[in-house]
């Protein structure tokens, strides 16, 4: 399957940063990243997305279920996505320091929480250093570790 490469190297067109782990890849990923994409093609905009690597998920024991590299694939084949990487850091940083984007697109179970989440404070930092802002979707929540332990559930009873 070939990859998808970023073609924005003279920086024409306003990249749309999404940084997450995305292990288990659900719906409510999918209607984040799909605002995402409207909101971006309202402005001929990308949309990139950092995926977690192995190493730095800690979600509980057995995470991440699914290995980066087919975390990536996944993302990479969605139509709403332009670009997926690895991402070589614990957070969003070096992705936002890398790439430059005009938003950090986060979810909005995250847009209240700034000064709890030190690594969430750190990327806006990065960001806003970059000149661009923080973008939160309006989608709602979902959790792959709600969907985990369901499945759990289910074979325990």
Request: net charge positive; glycine share 6%.
């Amino acid at each position: 399957m070939p990859m998808k490469w970023p073609w924005d190297s003279q920086r024409k067109r306003p990249i749309f940063l999404c940084h997450g782990c995305f292990d288990v890849l659900h719906v409510g990923h999918l209607a984040h990243l799909l605002d995402v994409k409207r909101l971006a093609a309202q402005v001929n905009g990308l949309v990139y997305v950092s995926v977690t690597a192995d190493e730095f998920v800690h979600k509980g024991l057995g995470r991440p279920v699914m290995p980066a590299e087919e975390r990536r694939q996944l993302l990479t084949n969605l139509k709403c996505v332009d670009y997926a990487f690895l991402n070589v850091g614990p957070t969003g940083v070096w992705a936002i320091h890398r790439y430059k984007p005009r938003f950090f697109c986060k979810g909005m179970d995250t847009q209240l929480q700034p000064i709890l989440l030190p690594d969430l404070m750190a990327e806006i930092l990065a960001v806003r250093q970059h000149g661009g802002d923080v973008l939160y979707t309006q989608t709602p929540l979902r959790h792959s570790t709600d969907y985990l332990e369901r499945y759990r559930n289910a074979f325990r009873s």
